[in-house]
């Protein structure tokens, strides 16, 4: 399975930000969108991630205040990326190595979209039970020995 697979069920909304709106905004944004990252753009280009970790962060910093700084003071400007034909097991070994619950999806420059964690585990199980469902049904059709 690809990376591209997953885009194409999870669809294509994208919520984006610049690196110099205020935190307190992109903290707002994600808690109304029920999201867990923001992809940082200017001038139509990749320039960073704020994902809840980043927020958190920013939190701590500030004594239990998201602060008044701005996304680029926070984000992550070195975001790990794949492409859409990064096979899923690649995926998954790059989320655990790294530790990373958001990878932007990229064509060259141009971002695809974001897959999280639980889009990979998501597509992981959907794609298990399937198999499963199948080596079920070709177990119960099994054809009966014959005697010659």
């Known amino acids: 399975m690809k990376v591209s697979e997953i885009l194409q069920v999870k669809g294509n909304i ?15 944004t994600m808690a109304e969108k029920d999201i867990g990252s923001l992809v940082v753009m200017e001038f139509g280009d990749l320039v960073g991630m704020l994902t809840f970790r980043e927020v958190l962060k920013a939190v701590h910093n500030n004594a239990g205040s998201v602060g008044g700084g701005t996304v680029r003071k926070h984000m992550d400007d070195h975001p790990i990326t794949v492409t859409a034909d990064t096979e899923v097991n690649e995926v998954r070994r790059i989320m655990l190595e790294k530790h990373a619950r958001y990878l932007p999806v990229m064509n060259a420059k141009t971002i695809l979209g974001v897959i999280s964690f639980y889009d990979v585990a998501r597509a992981v199980l959907e794609a298990q ?20």
């Open 14 to 28: 994208l919520y984006t930000i610049t690196p110099d709106q205020m935190m307190v905004d992109a903290a707002n």
């Open 129 to 148: 039970s399937f198999e499963n469902r199948m080596l079920k049904a070709y177990i119960r059709d099994w054809p009966a020995e014959t005697t010659d």
